[in-house]
């Protein structure tokens, strides 16, 4: 059985850091795309970055780009989200996901960010930003 369990979460000011972490636990292989994913209150759920199976390539949404960075340890089955300069606009629930590599990168770009994409979802972490 799959599992995603985020950790990592909790309150900062603005300007600060977080380093966010999600165990991934029940794959067969690590031929698996992972993800980063928040919502804030009232919201919709909106990709944040995402990481291909080898850890080599990456997508991030406009809005963290040079701000954020997503790896991933495969010995360890791993994914983190360093978050930095953060701002009360980065307030939310954080969640990992994770969805099977079947796709080039160049198409999972198109639908990379969209939450029905993925197959496999944590509980999701909080974050809090305040001014």
């Known amino acids: 059985q799959v599992r995603l369990v985020e950790s990592g979460g909790g309150s900062v000011q603005a300007g600060g850091s977080l380093r966010l972490s999600c165990a991934a636990s029940g794959f067969t292989n690590s031929y698996y795309r992972m993800a980063w994913f928040r919502q804030a209150p009232g919201k919709e759920r909106e990709g944040v970055a995402t990481i291909s199976a080898g850890g080599s390539w990456t997508y991030y949404a406009d809005s963290v780009k040079g701000r954020f960075t997503v790896a991933r340890d495969n010995t360890k089955k791993m994914v983190n989200l360093q978050m930095n300069s953060l701002n009360p606009e980065d307030t939310a629930m954080y969640y990992c996901?994770?969805?099977?590599?079947?796709?080039?990168?160049?198409?999972?770009?198109?639908?990379?960010?969209?939450?029905?994409?993925?197959?496999?979802w944590g509980q999701g972490t909080q974050v809090t930003v305040s001014s």
């Open positions: 996901a994770a969805h099977p590599a079947v796709s080039t990168w160049s198409v999972w770009g198109r639908s990379w960010s969209e939450s029905r994409s993925y197959s496999y």
